[in-house]
């Protein structure tokens, strides 16, 4: 068995822009995506602290050190310049995986600028 478990997360970062008019997606940093683990390609959940929404789309690579976080094609809709959201990642692991696993944890200030990483729990 295989339980979906917390793998990394950017907490509390600030959307820098919102582009409608491109296929989809969220444009992170490429320094976040290092911090964090995540890969390009991969679905992250993004969850709006303005407002609630919860949506699921896939990593984008930004420049590094534009500190961009932003939301393409329809999930431009899901927020606005300036929110705070957290982009979580999940993996699927076994029960011999979860105890050996410390989830990534990117702690990001009001620009997008690493103030702490953790290894989780």
Same mark, same amino acid.
């Given at each position: 068995m295989t339980l979906d478990m %917390?793998?990394?997360?950017? +907490?509390?970062a600030t959307v820098s &822009?919102?582009?409608?008019?491109?296929?989809?997606?969220? =444009? *992170? &940093?490429?320094? %976040?995506? $290092? #911090?964090?683990? %995540?890969?390009v @390609?991969?679905?992250v959940e993004i969850v !709006? *602290? !303005? !407002? @609630?929404?919860? /949506? =699921?789309?896939?990593? *984008?690579? @930004?420049?590094a050190g534009n500190r961009d976080i932003c939301l393409n094609g329809?999930? #431009?809709?899901? #927020? +606005? *310049? @300036? &929110? $705070?959201i957290i982009i979580i990642a999940y993996a699927s692991m076994s029960e011999e995986e979860i105890? $050996? /696993?410390k989830p990534t944890i990117v702690l990001v200030d009001d620009n997008n600028d690493i103030a702490e990483i953790r290894d989780y729990m």
């Open positions: %917390l793998y990394s997360k950017i +907490h509390r &822009d919102a582009n409608l008019n491109y296929v989809g997606s969220i =444009t *992170i &940093d490429k320094e %976040l995506i $290092k #911090a964090s683990k %995540l890969r @390609g991969q679905k !709006n *602290i !303005n !407002n @609630g929404e919860r /949506f =699921t789309t896939y990593v *984008i690579e @930004g420049k329809a999930a #431009a809709r899901k #927020a +606005h *310049i @300036g &929110d $705070k105890e $050996k /696993f």
